[in-house]
């Protein structure tokens, strides 16, 4: 009977050990909002097709934290179909050859062929903006 005592904080460190690791692999293994729009990006690029598109306007908002963001508006016609779209390029700064407020006119839009309306107009690699 002195042994049961024992057993049982045994049990109980192990199981509490394997709910650790089992979280902390869980959290690892999240892929944070910049990541996934990342990974999309990475995909339309390398699986897309090119089209013709324009800007129609590109919104510039400041969180209050003062954090400045650009999304970018723009619509593109194909198979006889009109999509607009935005796409968030507040991360893509660095390759953006002006300032975001001041793009506007025709573009290349990148989208996936078996998903249309997935696109993008700049990513890390390339860029459908027009100089």
Same mark, same amino acid.
């Given at each position: 009977?002195?042994?049961?005592?024992?057993? +049982?904080?045994?049990?109980?460190?192990?199981?509490?050990?394997?709910?650790?690791?089992?979280?902390?692999? +869980?959290?690892?293994?999240?892929?944070?909002?910049?990541?996934?729009?990342?990974? *999309?990006?990475?995909?339309?690029?390398?699986?897309?097709?090119?089209?013709?598109?324009? #800007?129609?306007?590109?919104?510039?908002?400041?969180?209050?934290?003062?954090?400045?963001?650009?999304?970018?508006?723009?619509?593109?016609?194909?198979?006889?179909?009109?999509?607009?779209?935005?796409?968030?390029?507040?991360?893509?700064?660095?390759?953006?050859? *002006?300032?975001?407020?001041?793009?506007?006119?025709? #573009?290349?839009?990148?989208?996936?062929?078996?998903?249309?309306?997935?696109?993008?107009?700049?990513?890390?690699? +390339?860029?459908?903006?027009?100089?």
């Amino acid at each position: 009977m002195s042994g049961a005592p024992f057993t +049982w904080l045994a049990v109980t460190v192990v199981a509490a050990a394997l709910l650790f690791v089992i979280l902390l692999l +869980w959290s690892r293994g999240r892929i944070t909002p910049e990541e996934r729009e990342r990974r *999309r990006r990475r995909l339309v690029n390398q699986a897309g097709r090119i089209t013709d598109g324009f #800007v129609v306007d590109v919104h510039t908002a400041e969180s209050p934290s003062g954090a400045v963001s650009h999304l970018l508006h723009y619509s593109y016609d194909l198979h006889g179909m009109n999509y607009s779209a935005s796409q968030d390029i507040t991360a893509l700064g660095a390759h953006l050859s *002006r300032d975001p407020r001041r793009i506007a006119g025709p #573009v290349s839009v990148k989208y996936l062929p078996g998903n249309p309306s997935n696109s993008i107009v700049i990513c890390e690699d +390339w860029s459908g903006l027009r100089d």
